[in-house]
DNA sequence: TGACTTTTGGGAGTCACTATCAATTCACGG
DNA sequence: CCGTGAATTGATAGTGACTCCCAAAAGTCA
Protein backbone atom coordinates (compact mmCIF):
# COMPACT_ATOMS: atom_id res chain seq x y z
CA UNK A 1 0.00 0.00 0.00
CA UNK A 2 2.42 2.51 -1.27
CA UNK A 3 1.77 5.61 -2.06
CA UNK A 4 2.56 7.75 -4.63
CA UNK A 5 4.34 11.21 -3.88
CA UNK A 6 1.54 13.45 -5.32
CA UNK A 7 -1.25 11.72 -3.85
CA UNK A 8 -4.29 14.20 -4.23
CA UNK A 9 -5.57 13.96 -1.02
CA UNK A 10 -2.83 14.96 1.19
CA UNK A 11 -1.22 17.33 -0.86
CA UNK A 12 1.21 19.63 0.75
CA UNK A 13 1.86 19.50 4.55
CA UNK A 14 0.91 22.13 6.95
CA UNK A 15 -1.48 23.60 4.62
CA UNK A 16 -3.84 20.38 4.74
CA UNK A 17 -2.98 19.92 8.59
CA UNK A 18 -4.63 23.59 8.89
CA UNK A 19 -7.28 23.00 7.14
CA UNK A 20 -8.85 19.67 9.15
CA UNK A 21 -7.79 21.38 11.76
CA UNK A 22 -10.06 24.44 10.76
CA UNK A 23 -12.71 22.09 9.74
CA UNK A 24 -13.09 20.40 13.09
CA UNK A 25 -12.97 23.44 14.93
CA UNK A 26 -15.88 24.56 13.03
CA UNK A 27 -17.90 21.14 13.81
CA UNK A 28 -16.82 20.95 17.10
CA UNK A 29 -18.20 24.91 17.41
CA UNK A 30 -21.76 23.87 15.47
CA UNK A 31 -22.21 20.68 17.79
CA UNK A 32 -21.28 22.59 20.84
CA UNK A 33 -23.94 25.34 20.06
CA UNK A 34 -26.64 23.39 18.77
CA UNK A 35 -26.55 21.01 21.93
CA UNK A 36 -26.77 24.59 24.31
CA UNK A 37 -29.34 26.71 21.88
CA UNK A 38 -30.69 24.34 19.62
CA UNK A 39 -30.25 24.14 15.99
CA UNK A 40 -32.15 27.06 14.78
CA UNK A 41 -31.29 29.72 17.88
CA UNK A 42 -27.44 29.18 16.54
CA UNK A 43 -26.60 31.50 13.52
CA UNK A 44 -23.58 30.58 11.48
CA UNK A 45 -22.04 34.04 12.51
CA UNK A 46 -22.03 32.80 16.48
CA UNK A 47 -20.41 28.96 14.98
CA UNK A 48 -17.63 30.91 13.12
CA UNK A 49 -16.87 33.12 15.96
CA UNK A 50 -16.83 30.34 18.44
CA UNK A 51 -14.87 28.77 15.91
CA UNK A 52 -12.68 31.63 15.75
CA UNK A 53 -12.91 31.90 12.00
CA UNK A 54 -14.59 34.40 10.09
CA UNK A 55 -18.38 33.60 8.65
CA UNK A 56 -17.31 33.37 4.91
CA UNK A 57 -14.48 30.88 5.98
CA UNK A 58 -18.00 28.65 7.49
CA UNK A 59 -19.15 28.80 4.65
CA UNK A 60 -15.90 28.16 2.20
CA UNK A 61 -15.80 24.80 4.29
CA UNK A 62 -19.71 23.85 4.55
CA UNK A 63 -21.82 24.69 1.83
CA UNK A 64 -24.82 25.09 3.98
CA UNK A 65 -25.53 24.79 7.58
CA UNK A 66 -26.91 21.33 7.41
CA UNK A 67 -24.22 20.38 6.25
CA UNK A 68 -21.68 21.20 9.29
CA UNK A 69 -23.93 18.60 10.49
CA UNK A 70 -23.79 15.73 8.04
CA UNK A 71 -20.63 14.98 6.50
CA UNK A 72 -20.69 11.88 5.71
CA UNK A 73 -17.71 10.16 5.90
CA UNK A 74 -19.74 6.35 5.96
CA UNK A 75 -20.28 6.52 1.99
CA UNK A 76 -16.50 5.20 1.24
CA UNK A 77 -16.14 3.11 3.95
CA UNK A 78 -19.97 1.13 2.51
CA UNK A 79 -18.41 1.44 -1.30
CA UNK A 80 -15.09 -0.49 -0.37
CA UNK A 81 -17.23 -3.03 2.01
CA UNK A 82 -19.57 -3.41 -0.81
CA UNK A 83 -16.92 -3.83 -3.26
CA UNK A 84 -14.89 -5.87 -1.11
CA UNK A 85 -17.51 -8.98 -1.52
CA UNK A 86 -17.34 -11.99 -3.81
CA UNK A 87 -18.70 -11.88 -7.05
CA UNK A 88 -21.30 -14.80 -7.11
CA UNK A 89 -22.80 -12.96 -4.06
CA UNK A 90 -26.42 -12.56 -4.95
CA UNK A 91 -26.54 -8.47 -4.65
CA UNK A 92 -29.23 -8.24 -1.48
CA UNK A 93 -26.43 -10.74 0.55
CA UNK A 94 -23.86 -8.13 -0.62
CA UNK A 95 -25.60 -4.73 0.54
CA UNK A 96 -26.81 -6.55 3.53
CA UNK A 97 -23.19 -7.73 4.38
CA UNK A 98 -21.55 -4.25 3.52
CA UNK A 99 -24.11 -2.59 5.74
CA UNK A 100 -23.76 -4.89 8.56
CA UNK A 101 -19.05 -4.08 7.90
CA UNK A 102 -19.86 -0.20 7.77
CA UNK A 103 -21.57 0.04 11.18
CA UNK A 104 -19.27 -2.61 12.52
CA UNK A 105 -16.53 0.19 11.20
CA UNK A 106 -18.62 2.72 12.97
CA UNK A 107 -18.92 1.14 16.18
CA UNK A 108 -14.90 0.39 16.27
CA UNK A 109 -14.05 3.84 17.22
CA UNK A 110 -16.28 5.81 19.87
CA UNK A 111 -16.03 9.08 18.91
CA UNK A 112 -17.54 8.22 15.59
CA UNK A 113 -20.27 6.46 17.56
CA UNK A 114 -20.76 9.82 19.34
CA UNK A 115 -20.48 11.90 16.53
CA UNK A 116 -23.29 9.39 14.76
CA UNK A 117 -25.48 9.38 17.44
CA UNK A 118 -25.36 13.54 17.67
CA UNK A 119 -25.89 13.62 14.24
CA UNK A 120 -28.67 11.69 14.50
CA UNK A 121 -30.62 13.83 17.39
CA UNK A 122 -30.54 16.84 15.14
CA UNK A 123 -31.80 14.41 12.06
CA UNK A 124 -34.65 13.48 13.86
CA UNK A 125 -34.98 17.41 15.27
CA UNK A 126 -34.37 19.74 12.44
CA UNK A 127 -36.68 19.16 9.17
CA UNK A 128 -34.09 20.93 7.10
CA UNK A 129 -31.57 18.32 8.30
CA UNK A 130 -33.29 15.22 7.84
CA UNK A 131 -34.08 16.68 4.17
CA UNK A 132 -30.30 16.66 3.51
CA UNK A 133 -30.07 13.40 5.10
CA UNK A 134 -32.20 12.13 2.53
CA UNK A 135 -30.53 13.96 -0.53
CA UNK A 136 -27.37 12.19 1.10
CA UNK A 137 -28.77 8.64 0.84
CA UNK A 138 -30.06 9.32 -2.49
CA UNK A 139 -26.70 10.57 -3.26
CA UNK A 140 -25.54 7.17 -1.87
CA UNK A 141 -27.91 5.32 -3.97
CA UNK A 142 -26.37 6.53 -7.13
CA UNK A 143 -22.97 5.05 -5.89
CA UNK A 144 -24.62 1.80 -5.23
CA UNK A 145 -26.10 1.30 -8.38
CA UNK A 146 -22.69 2.20 -10.01
CA UNK A 147 -21.28 -0.58 -8.13
CA UNK A 148 -23.65 -3.07 -8.19
CA UNK A 149 -23.99 -2.12 -12.08
CA UNK A 150 -20.83 -3.04 -12.75
CA UNK A 151 -21.13 -6.45 -10.35
CA UNK A 152 -23.77 -7.72 -13.12
CA UNK A 153 -22.88 -6.27 -15.85
CA UNK A 154 -26.06 -4.65 -16.00
CA UNK A 155 -26.65 -0.87 -16.25
CA UNK A 156 -27.01 1.48 -13.02
CA UNK A 157 -30.04 3.10 -15.11
CA UNK A 158 -31.90 -0.09 -15.13
CA UNK A 159 -35.51 0.66 -13.07
CA UNK A 160 -35.55 -3.22 -11.64
CA UNK A 161 -31.82 -2.30 -10.18
CA UNK A 162 -32.74 1.23 -8.92
CA UNK A 163 -36.12 0.25 -7.09
CA UNK A 164 -33.47 -2.66 -5.47
CA UNK A 165 -31.33 -0.41 -4.52
CA UNK A 166 -34.41 2.57 -3.38
CA UNK A 167 -36.33 -0.18 -1.25
CA UNK A 168 -33.27 -1.07 0.19
CA UNK A 169 -32.42 2.48 1.36
CA UNK A 170 -36.16 3.35 1.86
CA UNK A 171 -35.39 0.13 4.48
CA UNK A 172 -32.29 1.52 5.96
CA UNK A 173 -33.95 5.08 6.16
CA UNK A 174 -36.60 4.09 8.56
CA UNK A 175 -34.07 1.40 10.71
CA UNK A 176 -32.36 5.07 11.62
CA UNK A 177 -35.98 6.74 11.90
CA UNK A 178 -36.45 4.01 14.34
CA UNK A 179 -33.39 3.91 16.80
CA UNK A 180 -32.87 7.84 17.31
CA UNK A 181 -37.15 7.75 17.79
CA UNK A 182 -36.24 5.52 20.64
CA UNK A 183 -33.58 7.49 22.24
CA UNK A 184 -30.49 5.27 20.37
CA UNK A 185 -31.08 2.68 23.33
CA UNK A 186 -31.56 -0.42 20.64
CA UNK A 187 -28.97 -2.12 19.37
CA UNK A 188 -28.63 -0.53 15.87
CA UNK A 189 -27.44 -3.59 14.42
CA UNK A 190 -29.81 -6.19 15.64
CA UNK A 191 -32.51 -3.09 13.89
CA UNK A 192 -30.66 -3.77 10.70
CA UNK A 193 -30.97 -7.57 10.54
CA UNK A 194 -34.53 -7.29 11.31
CA UNK A 195 -35.33 -4.55 8.94
CA UNK A 196 -33.24 -6.75 6.32
CA UNK A 197 -35.26 -10.43 7.01
CA UNK A 198 -38.04 -8.33 6.19
CA UNK A 199 -36.77 -7.56 2.30
CA UNK A 200 -35.45 -10.81 2.12
CA UNK A 201 -38.36 -13.26 2.98
CA UNK A 202 -41.35 -11.41 1.84
CA UNK A 203 -42.40 -8.58 1.70
CA UNK A 204 -45.87 -9.70 2.27
CA UNK A 205 -45.01 -10.03 5.75
CA UNK B 1 -72.21 9.87 1.47
CA UNK B 2 -74.26 13.12 2.65
CA UNK B 3 -72.57 15.85 4.74
CA UNK B 4 -73.33 17.36 7.62
CA UNK B 5 -74.16 21.06 7.47
CA UNK B 6 -70.96 22.16 9.02
CA UNK B 7 -68.34 20.90 7.02
CA UNK B 8 -64.65 22.16 7.96
CA UNK B 9 -63.72 22.11 4.46
CA UNK B 10 -66.19 24.81 2.91
CA UNK B 11 -66.78 27.52 5.21
CA UNK B 12 -68.54 30.53 3.96
CA UNK B 13 -69.39 31.03 0.47
CA UNK B 14 -67.62 33.69 -0.87
CA UNK B 15 -64.55 33.99 1.53
CA UNK B 16 -63.46 30.38 0.69
CA UNK B 17 -64.09 31.05 -3.22
CA UNK B 18 -61.66 33.98 -3.46
CA UNK B 19 -59.35 31.93 -1.42
CA UNK B 20 -58.95 28.76 -4.27
CA UNK B 21 -59.31 31.12 -6.70
CA UNK B 22 -56.34 33.46 -5.41
CA UNK B 23 -54.65 29.69 -4.47
CA UNK B 24 -54.57 28.71 -8.09
CA UNK B 25 -53.62 32.42 -9.37
CA UNK B 26 -50.54 32.01 -7.65
CA UNK B 27 -49.79 28.22 -8.80
CA UNK B 28 -50.62 29.39 -12.15
CA UNK B 29 -48.42 32.43 -12.18
CA UNK B 30 -45.86 30.49 -10.20
CA UNK B 31 -45.86 27.31 -13.09
CA UNK B 32 -45.94 30.19 -15.44
CA UNK B 33 -42.53 31.69 -14.65
CA UNK B 34 -40.45 28.68 -13.36
CA UNK B 35 -41.47 27.45 -16.86
CA UNK B 36 -39.98 31.08 -18.78
CA UNK B 37 -37.54 31.84 -16.50
CA UNK B 38 -36.32 28.79 -14.57
CA UNK B 39 -36.90 28.46 -10.55
CA UNK B 40 -34.32 29.87 -9.05
CA UNK B 41 -34.55 32.75 -11.20
CA UNK B 42 -38.02 33.77 -10.64
CA UNK B 43 -38.10 35.38 -7.37
CA UNK B 44 -41.25 35.31 -5.29
CA UNK B 45 -42.08 38.75 -5.60
CA UNK B 46 -42.68 38.32 -8.82
CA UNK B 47 -44.72 35.44 -8.74
CA UNK B 48 -46.82 37.69 -6.52
CA UNK B 49 -47.07 40.61 -8.93
CA UNK B 50 -47.78 37.95 -11.73
CA UNK B 51 -50.80 36.46 -9.68
CA UNK B 52 -51.58 40.27 -8.87
CA UNK B 53 -51.28 39.97 -4.85
CA UNK B 54 -48.72 40.90 -2.09
CA UNK B 55 -45.67 39.04 -1.22
CA UNK B 56 -46.77 38.92 2.17
CA UNK B 57 -50.18 36.92 0.66
CA UNK B 58 -47.76 34.07 -1.52
CA UNK B 59 -46.20 33.49 1.92
CA UNK B 60 -49.87 33.07 3.77
CA UNK B 61 -50.43 30.82 0.82
CA UNK B 62 -47.72 28.69 0.52
CA UNK B 63 -45.08 28.20 3.48
CA UNK B 64 -42.08 27.81 1.05
CA UNK B 65 -41.64 28.48 -2.68
CA UNK B 66 -41.11 25.01 -2.94
CA UNK B 67 -44.19 24.42 -1.69
CA UNK B 68 -46.00 26.25 -4.82
CA UNK B 69 -44.56 23.24 -6.75
CA UNK B 70 -45.73 20.65 -4.59
CA UNK B 71 -49.07 20.70 -2.95
CA UNK B 72 -49.87 16.98 -2.93
CA UNK B 73 -53.56 16.27 -2.84
CA UNK B 74 -52.73 12.75 -4.08
CA UNK B 75 -52.37 11.83 -0.67
CA UNK B 76 -56.15 11.43 0.15
CA UNK B 77 -56.76 9.43 -2.74
CA UNK B 78 -54.58 7.22 -1.82
CA UNK B 79 -55.14 7.07 1.28
CA UNK B 80 -58.90 5.97 0.42
CA UNK B 81 -57.75 3.55 -2.39
CA UNK B 82 -55.70 1.36 0.90
CA UNK B 83 -58.75 1.79 2.97
CA UNK B 84 -60.81 0.68 0.18
CA UNK B 85 -59.04 -2.84 -0.07
CA UNK B 86 -60.52 -5.97 1.35
CA UNK B 87 -59.60 -6.84 5.06
CA UNK B 88 -57.98 -10.26 4.48
CA UNK B 89 -55.45 -9.00 1.77
CA UNK B 90 -52.06 -8.83 2.36
CA UNK B 91 -50.27 -5.64 2.98
CA UNK B 92 -48.33 -5.74 -0.16
CA UNK B 93 -50.96 -6.54 -2.66
CA UNK B 94 -53.09 -4.00 -0.88
CA UNK B 95 -50.22 -1.34 -1.12
CA UNK B 96 -50.19 -2.01 -4.46
CA UNK B 97 -53.38 -2.06 -6.01
CA UNK B 98 -54.03 1.16 -4.03
CA UNK B 99 -51.24 2.52 -5.93
CA UNK B 100 -52.46 1.63 -9.09
CA UNK B 101 -55.70 2.76 -8.10
CA UNK B 102 -54.01 6.60 -7.66
CA UNK B 103 -52.16 6.06 -10.43
CA UNK B 104 -55.51 5.82 -12.28
CA UNK B 105 -57.08 8.49 -10.52
CA UNK B 106 -54.60 11.09 -11.07
CA UNK B 107 -54.62 9.74 -15.12
CA UNK B 108 -58.19 10.00 -14.98
CA UNK B 109 -58.08 13.89 -15.22
CA UNK B 110 -56.28 16.00 -18.15
CA UNK B 111 -55.28 18.76 -16.18
CA UNK B 112 -54.16 16.93 -13.08
CA UNK B 113 -51.83 14.69 -15.55
CA UNK B 114 -50.55 17.92 -16.85
CA UNK B 115 -50.13 19.44 -13.11
CA UNK B 116 -48.13 15.91 -12.04
CA UNK B 117 -45.95 16.15 -15.32
CA UNK B 118 -44.99 20.10 -14.60
CA UNK B 119 -44.00 19.04 -11.13
CA UNK B 120 -42.29 16.27 -12.06
CA UNK B 121 -39.95 18.01 -14.04
CA UNK B 122 -39.30 20.43 -11.25
CA UNK B 123 -38.52 17.67 -8.77
CA UNK B 124 -36.30 16.46 -11.19
CA UNK B 125 -34.31 19.69 -11.57
CA UNK B 126 -34.39 21.31 -8.49
CA UNK B 127 -32.87 20.24 -5.99
CA UNK B 128 -34.52 21.70 -3.28
CA UNK B 129 -37.90 20.50 -4.54
CA UNK B 130 -36.73 17.26 -4.65
CA UNK B 131 -36.00 17.65 -0.77
CA UNK B 132 -39.09 18.50 0.12
CA UNK B 133 -40.48 15.81 -2.26
CA UNK B 134 -38.78 13.08 0.55
CA UNK B 135 -40.48 14.89 3.05
CA UNK B 136 -43.67 15.05 2.06
CA UNK B 137 -43.21 11.31 1.08
CA UNK B 138 -41.88 10.77 4.17
CA UNK B 139 -45.32 11.71 5.46
CA UNK B 140 -47.32 9.74 3.52
CA UNK B 141 -45.30 7.11 5.08
CA UNK B 142 -46.56 8.03 8.32
CA UNK B 143 -50.17 8.17 6.49
CA UNK B 144 -49.63 4.76 4.99
CA UNK B 145 -48.25 3.51 8.59
CA UNK B 146 -51.37 4.28 10.16
CA UNK B 147 -53.96 2.85 8.00
CA UNK B 148 -52.05 -0.38 7.80
CA UNK B 149 -51.40 -0.53 11.37
CA UNK B 150 -55.30 -0.55 11.57
CA UNK B 151 -55.80 -2.97 9.06
CA UNK B 152 -53.32 -5.15 10.73
CA UNK B 153 -53.99 -4.36 14.81
CA UNK B 154 -50.64 -3.93 14.86
CA UNK B 155 -48.66 -0.70 16.19
CA UNK B 156 -47.91 2.00 13.69
CA UNK B 157 -44.05 1.99 15.57
CA UNK B 158 -43.80 -1.59 14.41
CA UNK B 159 -40.18 -1.60 13.07
CA UNK B 160 -41.21 -4.09 10.42
CA UNK B 161 -44.17 -2.29 9.36
CA UNK B 162 -42.67 1.06 8.97
CA UNK B 163 -39.86 -1.30 6.89
CA UNK B 164 -41.99 -2.52 4.62
CA UNK B 165 -43.41 0.88 4.21
CA UNK B 166 -40.08 2.66 4.10
CA UNK B 167 -38.91 -0.23 1.14
CA UNK B 168 -42.14 0.66 -1.22
CA UNK B 169 -41.62 4.15 -0.82
CA UNK B 170 -38.31 3.84 -2.09
CA UNK B 171 -39.09 1.77 -5.30
CA UNK B 172 -41.69 4.46 -5.74
CA UNK B 173 -39.21 7.49 -5.51
CA UNK B 174 -37.10 5.28 -7.97
CA UNK B 175 -40.19 5.07 -10.14
CA UNK B 176 -40.67 8.17 -10.44
CA UNK B 177 -37.36 9.48 -11.02
CA UNK B 178 -37.12 7.12 -13.52
CA UNK B 179 -39.89 8.05 -15.16
CA UNK B 180 -38.78 12.19 -15.34
CA UNK B 181 -35.53 11.11 -16.12
CA UNK B 182 -36.56 9.62 -19.35
CA UNK B 183 -38.83 12.41 -20.23
CA UNK B 184 -42.13 10.94 -18.38
CA UNK B 185 -42.55 9.54 -21.63
CA UNK B 186 -42.56 5.70 -20.42
CA UNK B 187 -45.82 4.47 -18.97
CA UNK B 188 -46.36 5.08 -15.65
CA UNK B 189 -48.48 1.91 -14.49
CA UNK B 190 -45.83 -0.02 -16.12
CA UNK B 191 -43.04 0.99 -14.07
CA UNK B 192 -45.13 0.99 -11.15
CA UNK B 193 -45.96 -2.78 -11.88
CA UNK B 194 -42.11 -3.30 -12.34
CA UNK B 195 -41.34 -1.91 -9.18
CA UNK B 196 -43.85 -3.72 -7.03
CA UNK B 197 -43.03 -7.09 -8.94
CA UNK B 198 -39.02 -6.16 -8.17
CA UNK B 199 -40.55 -6.14 -4.51
CA UNK B 200 -43.00 -8.75 -4.64
CA UNK B 201 -40.64 -12.02 -6.07
CA UNK B 202 -37.39 -11.58 -4.42
CA UNK B 203 -35.27 -8.59 -4.14
CA UNK B 204 -32.39 -10.93 -4.48
CA UNK B 205 -33.01 -10.51 -8.04
C1' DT C 1 -76.83 49.01 7.75
C1' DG C 2 -73.49 48.27 11.34
C1' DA C 3 -70.60 45.52 14.47
C1' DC C 4 -67.40 41.66 14.09
C1' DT C 5 -64.09 38.62 11.90
C1' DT C 6 -61.01 37.36 8.35
C1' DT C 7 -57.93 38.53 4.85
C1' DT C 8 -54.76 41.60 2.70
C1' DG C 9 -50.90 44.86 1.77
C1' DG C 10 -46.87 47.21 3.09
C1' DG C 11 -42.83 48.05 5.66
C1' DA C 12 -39.13 46.87 8.52
C1' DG C 13 -36.22 43.26 9.95
C1' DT C 14 -33.63 38.56 10.22
C1' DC C 15 -30.58 35.30 8.45
C1' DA C 16 -28.50 32.02 5.23
C1' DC C 17 -25.75 32.40 1.51
C1' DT C 18 -22.92 34.70 -2.68
C1' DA C 19 -19.48 37.59 -4.86
C1' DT C 20 -15.50 40.20 -4.61
C1' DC C 21 -11.03 41.88 -3.32
C1' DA C 22 -7.24 43.00 -0.48
C1' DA C 23 -4.41 41.06 3.19
C1' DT C 24 -2.27 37.08 5.11
C1' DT C 25 -0.15 32.61 5.10
C1' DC C 26 2.14 28.77 3.21
C1' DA C 27 5.07 26.31 -0.47
C1' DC C 28 9.22 25.91 -2.75
C1' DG C 29 13.24 26.81 -5.72
C1' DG C 30 17.34 29.35 -5.44
C1' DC D 1 16.77 32.16 4.64
C1' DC D 2 14.52 34.80 1.19
C1' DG D 3 11.55 36.19 -2.52
C1' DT D 4 7.94 34.82 -5.71
C1' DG D 5 3.66 32.53 -6.72
C1' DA D 6 -0.38 30.12 -5.09
C1' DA D 7 -3.77 29.06 -1.75
C1' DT D 8 -6.45 30.64 2.19
C1' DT D 9 -8.58 34.01 4.86
C1' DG D 10 -11.36 38.14 6.38
C1' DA D 11 -14.14 42.05 5.59
C1' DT D 12 -17.69 44.18 3.13
C1' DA D 13 -21.64 44.68 0.45
C1' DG D 14 -25.04 42.50 -1.54
C1' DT D 15 -29.44 39.14 -2.62
C1' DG D 16 -33.54 36.78 -1.62
C1' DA D 17 -36.51 33.79 1.19
C1' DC D 18 -39.12 34.25 5.03
C1' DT D 19 -41.16 36.55 9.61
C1' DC D 20 -43.51 40.07 12.38
C1' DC D 21 -46.64 43.53 12.82
C1' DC D 22 -50.20 46.73 12.08
C1' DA D 23 -53.52 49.37 9.66
C1' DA D 24 -56.75 49.17 5.66
C1' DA D 25 -60.07 46.50 3.07
C1' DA D 26 -63.41 42.99 2.30
C1' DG D 27 -66.71 39.39 3.70
C1' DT D 28 -70.20 37.68 7.23
C1' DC D 29 -74.24 37.83 9.76
C1' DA D 30 -77.68 39.80 12.71
Redesign the pocket.
Known amino acids: MSRPPAEPTAR????EL??QR?RRAIRRAAYRLFGEQGYDA????QIAEAA??????V??YF????DIVLTDEDDPVLEAALRARPAGEPPLTALREALRETVRTVYASPEWVAEVEQRMRLVRSVPAVRARLDESMAATGDLLAEVLAARTGRSPDELELRVFIGATLGALREVLMHWVARGLRDDLMSLLDRAMDVLEHDLAD
Chains 1, 2 share one sequence.
Open positions: TGLRKKTTRVDEVSTSTFRPTKE
